[in-house]
């Protein structure tokens, strides 16, 4: 018999993904019937994409970034008691559900609190070259600084039982978010594992993801805050 994981809230941030996020939930099987999509304050048309699925929508008024994003889909699938865990799930139809399954029963089996996907640990498919060296050095930064030793620190996947997700309380609202997640994990001592998984990196979700200059911004900002602290 198939596994029903109605304890699992699979949040989805949103920003500008009307071409994709309809593609992106169809793709979510309804063994999974709890989704939520946060709309962050998108100019095109992902509200009405949106509306005309299953899943349940929050909207920003404005444009707040991912992390705020995240935040707010968080908050929202913890009010359901019946919720064990939370999914993080991007938006762009990066992420397979196959492996959204294989860290759920890896979070079970092994009593884990926050699952990482690792796709170098897996599969990068058509990932450029250069987002291959940022995302190497910033796996080398986030080691030295957060004292959490990762393959990879900003993949989107990630599967965070109820007991961790109820303590993260992302403040950062943009893409640092997923360094701040990775320091959350070493400062609360929360116990967390990596899983192999595939990423597909496609015309369209290459050209919605993070410039190398962004990428800059956040490892200086967390450099910054380590030294404030």
């Known amino acids: 018999m198939a596994q029903h994981y109605s304890n699992v809230a699979i949040v989805i941030p949103a920003y500008n993904e009307g071409s994709a996020i309809l593609g992106t939930i169809k793709g979510i099987p309804e063994d999974f019937p709890h989704i939520i999509v946060v709309d962050d304050g998108s100019r095109d048309d992902t509200r009405e994409q949106v509306a005309a699925t ?4 929050v909207k920003h ?12 889909g968080i908050d929202m699938a913890l009010l359901d008691p019946g919720i064990d865990y ?3 799930f991007d938006a762009d ?10 860290m759920i029963d890896y ?8 699952v990482l996907g690792s796709r170098f640990l897996g599969k990068a498919i058509n990932m450029p070259g250069m987002k291959r060296v940022i995302l190497k050095a910033a796996v080398w930064f986030s080691n030295i600084t957060s004292g959490v030793r990762l393959t990879d620190t900003h993949n989107g996947l990630r599967v965070i039982h109820r ?14 978010h997923a360094s701040e997640i990775v ?3 070493g400062q609360q001592r929360l116990s967390y594992a990596e899983v192999p998984v595939t990423i597909i990196y496609s015309e369209y979700s290459r050209s919605k993801g993070q410039s190398m200059i962004n990428a800059v911004n956040i490892a200086f900002d967390a450099l910054l805050r380590k030294v404030i602290k």
Request: hydrophobic content about 45%; proline content about 4%; glycine content about 6%.
């Open 54 to 57: 299953r899943a349940a929508l």
């Open 107 to 114: 979070a079970e089996r092994h009593n884990v609190q926050v």
């Open 61 to 72: 008024p404005i444009n707040l970034g991912q992390g705020a994003a995240l935040q707010t």
């Open 163 to 176: 007991s961790a997700a109820e303590r993260l309380k992302l403040e950062l609202p943009d893409f640092s």
């Open 93 to 102: 139809g990066q992420h397979r559900i196959e492996d959204v399954r294989a």
């Open 183 to 185: 320091e959350r994990i």
């Open 86 to 88: 939370v999914v993080t």
